[in-house]
């Protein structure tokens, strides 16, 4: 009974063992030993999940993250990251590689975060590589792109990963791809990515496309040719069995004349047959002959990716075989008859302690190659490498946009042409094929509309573009208010941005005189009109309510935004701190609003627009979420009334002060219209007869329409001017004096005020200023426009 008892204890322990955290991290390092990446990763959840000790959660969340890293699941691999950073925040290594992950899921800011706390855990990493370098180096290549046109190729993709493209030998109209699609009714599943193995297929651009008719009862659905008008690529079908088999098959390659397929596989041949190998087989009518594998290396060496020269006698491949500078490098190997040399390094500057892989060369001798050395812009890039005259390779980043923060690789060429495809996760971390084509000179405004305050993507914004040859169009925005609008050489653009809610935004960019290609890159934050808005900069001396000069310039930008806004009116309100009484705060702050609305109508605003308040010290500031991150000791939504500045220290009470002393306006209404008397406020001017205000017209800024009632001697002002509140007066010559009333934009409504007036008995007619001089309606209308 003993003997029995014990049995079950070691039994009991056994199990517990066996579903011990500890039990699946050893499992899961079993995985990642034999590159079974995605089983791994499920058995680091566990372990997880199972896991109480801080310390020990780190290294598996770690852990977790580096397999997703690994088959590209970026997105999982920065939440695993994360998860390590929070049990152990001292994490340099995970706060790095999430900061590249960042990089690679285009999230610039959060990376630059990431990448500047790594910097503050190991601040020696600066001495010799800075990691942060690579946010400068994209934002630069992104700003002045190479001349390449990028476009995805929505005939070949799908949800699947879809890769490695290449043109049957000279032939462009006849592609080959590799594709995890589902190709068979019950394919395996690849341990390493957890996908479908892959498969090679086809797809043929022409005017001829298969039509099935329907199944129908006691009858098999037939298919038939049939031309049709336009051409298009066929879908996309497996190459046959011959080449594909229940193992991977991918990265390949035609000879020139496209008689022979090189390609890659993972198929077993032999017992020692590991990793993958390249496979050759030559192309007949009516199929395929017999498949072979090329013997480069011994059996137990693992090949791949394979490039051939133009003239068939150099082939390229990339392997992990010892002899090389780390990771995967690219070598050569030369026909001999019908054997293969000895192969051969690249050496450096081609090969890297990194890896390299997928070469393609060129009908010119260009070598082209991927490489996630450190000096890309974050996964996978695609390089060039010329041969000098000296015989050394030249290795350059082919930069944005064939490259970008995600994986691209796979480049292929069409035969003496400066385009063709290539592959890339950009979009969605998805693989998909690309095309793209050389353009001479090309030039984009990207960015994204956000809300001002809470940074948040505006998706509803409008965006209208006119350019200075007078043409306009309308942009459309992504899911998460981004914008990509295609610009001309030689040309100024005016790009206004309007959302229901906000005050309308406005952008010029010019491509005037510029001679390399340029992506223009602005984030616009949209005001909400909701919340009151800072005015930035508006200072006074000590106890003045006069603006000084560089308060004049910051609300030039204020007038800037009343033009782009002409319909909203706006109350300005002037707040101070607590120190003084409360009954001189309220009249000082009421002047120093004034004095703002005063130098807004100074520069043409109508004054009824326009309201002036003095709050002096009723209204605290309310600290939101930018102040809250500039100031480490306030918090979003306090409120520094007296009482909360009273418990700071000498410091932040002259700062939480500085705050509250500021100017804002807030809109009051988004349905302004103009009446006669807008211009000018009734009374406001000391030249008066009666109810009449008498103004030189060269002192209105741009085109108006007024209405003429008469024209006399100047030293003579009939009664009948006296009926009119407001009156305009233009000189014609040394005593003659045209007298007209009202200010109108719209000629219409100037039109219909005559009409009432000459109702009255005057002759009253409408017409068209300029800076104090007459012009045609013609003239007006144009400039207007």
Known sequence: MKLFSNICILIIIGVLFSCSSQSY??????MVESGRYYYAQDLYEKAYKKSKDKEAKADIAYKAASCFDQVNEVRKATSWYRKAILNRDTFSNAVLNLAYAEVK???????????????DLKPEAKVDNDPSLILKRISTWEEYPGRYKVEIL?????????????YMGKDTNVIFFSSTRKLKDKPKKDGVTGDYYSNIFESHYSNEVIRKSKKRKG???????????TYQWSKARGVGDT??????????????????????SSQKVTKDNLGTKIFVVQREDEGWGRVAQLDLVPDSLTVGHPAISDDGTIL????????????????MAKKSGNSWSKPQNLGRPINSPNNELFPFIKSNGDLFFASDRKDGMGGLDIYQAKREETGVWKVENMKYPINSTADDFAITFQ???????????????????????YVPLQFAFVGKIVDSETNEPIENASIHIVSSDGEQMDSKLTDEGQFNIELNPELEYIVMISAEGYLNGKEQVSTLGIKNSRNFKSIIGLKPIEKPIELPNIFYDFGSWQLREESKTALDGLVETLNDNPKITIELGSHTDYIGSETTNRDISQKRAQSVVDYLIEKGIYWDRLIAHGYGESKPQIVNAGKAKEFEFLTEGDVLNESFISKLKEKEKDEANQLNR???????????????NSKVKPGSDTNQIGNTLIKELSEIKGVFYTIQIGAFNKNTIPPIIQKYKVVFRGIIDSSTVRYTTGIFDDLDEAKAEASKISETGINAFVIAYNKGKKITFAEAKKMKK
């Not at 390229?316 to 070598?331: A, E, L, Q, T």
Request: hydrophobic letters at 30%.
């Open 662 to 676: 500021r100017t804002d306006f807030i809109v009051l209404s988004t349905d302004y219209i103009p009446g006669p």
């Open 316 to 331: 390229y491949f990339v392997s992990d075989m010892p002899g090389g500078y780390g990771g995967n490098d690219i070598w």
């Open 154 to 166: 929505n005939d070949f993709n799908s949800s699947s990963s879809d890769f490695c493209p290449i």
């Open 415 to 437: 035969f003496d042409q400066e385009k063709g495809m290539f592959t890339s996760s950009r979009k969605n971390g998805n693989d998909d094929i690309y095309r793209f084509d």
């Open 219 to 229: 009858k098999e659905a037939t298919s038939r040719k049939v031309v049709v008008d």
């Open 105 to 119: 899921n285009g999230k610039m800011e959060e990376a630059e975060e990431n990448f500047w706390e790594y910097l």
């Open 243 to 264: 080449i594909n088999t229940e193992w991977n098959e991918g990265a390949a390659c035609f000879s020139a004349d496209a008689d022979v397929l090189y390609f890659t």
């Open 25 to 30: 991290v050893n499992r899961g390092d079993k």
